[in-house]
């Protein structure tokens, strides 16, 4: 397939309004990590959607949750999002349908209105209310904003993301490929499997427990066979959170561990040998050091 057209896509909207749930729907498969807690995206994830029909290439940006930080790690995250809006081809703020608009949203549409860029509204988890109900949420919005177009949507059901990917490939420009075809996303396979690790912590652990761990792939190696040996440091910020991310005798820090396994080697289409410790570092979301160290940085 030749590429005639690109587009390059921005995700935003707060946290838990499904943004990541929505990327792995229009991916078709799972790029970036989900969980109930809010701020479960720390950087931006691509997903490379290639649409062979209009020969276009969607690179979609899903972002981290927009909110009032209050650590370095928050700023960082904040930062992203604000950059990922200018010089992209199209904006797409995700809303739950409550008929009010947010701080959080006021502050993207603000955002979007300075950087000049073409926008819709997708109004997610439209299984949880009535159809009668997004009347009230499409008025609210179209009062603050004029958006190219509105579309009422379920990510986690699939409905109407097909009808989501035709409307961004209007927005696609004459151009070669961002992306190889067989290419997927810009995350490398390391970072990839540390996510997964820190999706079974948000899922697993209680509280803000898990908002204040990190991971690092110390050792990624493939053997000739193809199965993959993966060590993992789970960071925490103090020594009581690593005695409840070990557990009894070990028992959670081995569930997590088997829950990220499984995840790995369907992401990796292989098997896999993961070995997890787990580190103390205190603070290491206030320290510009660490966050750098992690990944997190400009």
């Known amino acids: 397939m030749t590429i005639e057209k690109t587009a390059m896509v921005t995700i935003c909207g707060r946290p838990n309004v499904g943004k990541s749930t929505l990327t792995n729907a229009l991916a078709g498969q799972k790029l970036a990590i989900v969980s109930a807690k809010p701020q479960t995206t720390r950087n931006r994830i691509t997903a490379v959607v290639n649409r062979p029909a209009s020969k276009t290439q969607l690179v979609i940006m899903d972002t981290p949750g927009f909110h009032r930080p209050r650590?370095?790690?928050?700023?960082?995250?904040v930062n992203v999002v604000r950059e990922s809006i200018p010089d992209v081809e199209l904006v797409v703020l995700v809303v739950e349908p409550i008929p009010a608009v947010g701080p959080q949203e006021q502050g993207l549409i603000d955002s979007i209105k300075q950087?000049?860029?073409?926008?819709?509204?997708?109004?997610?988890?439209?299984?949880?209310?009535?159809?009668?109900?997004?009347?009230?949420?499409?008025?609210?919005?179209?009062?603050?904003?004029?958006?190219?177009?509105?579309?009422?949507?379920?990510?986690?059901?699939?409905?109407?993301?097909?009808?989501?990917?035709?409307?961004?490939?209007?927005?696609?420009?004459?151009?070669?490929?961002?992306?190889?075809?067989?290419v997927d996303t810009d995350q490398p396979d390391k970072q990839v499997c540390a996510e997964l690790v820190r999706e079974k912590l948000l899922r697993l652990l209680d509280k803000e427990i898990p908002h204040g761990t990190a991971v690092e792939v110390t050792r990624f190696s493939e053997r000739e066979d193809g199965i993959i040996d993966?060590?993992?440091?789970?960071?925490?910020?103090?020594?009581?959170?690593?005695?409840?991310?070990?557990?009894?005798?070990?028992?959670?820090?081995?569930?997590?561990?088997?829950?990220?396994?499984?995840?790995?080697?369907?992401?990796?289409?292989t098997k896999v040998y993961l070995t997890t410790w787990v580190k103390v570092k205190e603070n290491w979301r206030d320290s510009a050091v660490q966050l750098r160290n992690f990944g997190y940085s400009e």
Do not use: W
């Open 230 to 269: 993966l060590d993992v440091t789970i960071y925490c910020e103090k020594a009581s959170h690593k005695g409840i991310i070990i557990g009894k005798q070990g028992a959670m820090l081995k569930q997590i561990g088997e829950a990220a396994r499984r995840d790995i080697e369907r992401f990796m289409g």
């Open 71 to 77: 650590t370095k790690l928050g700023d960082y995250m």
């Open 115 to 182: 950087s000049g860029c073409p926008a819709i509204l997708v109004i997610n988890k439209i299984d949880t209310v009535e159809k009668d109900a997004l009347l009230a949420v499409m008025a609210a919005y179209s009062a603050v904003y004029d958006f190219d177009a509105i579309l009422p949507i379920s990510a986690m059901r699939k409905n109407g993301t097909e009808e989501l990917l035709r409307e961004m490939e209007k927005y696609a420009v004459p151009g070669p490929a961002y992306f190889p075809e067989d």
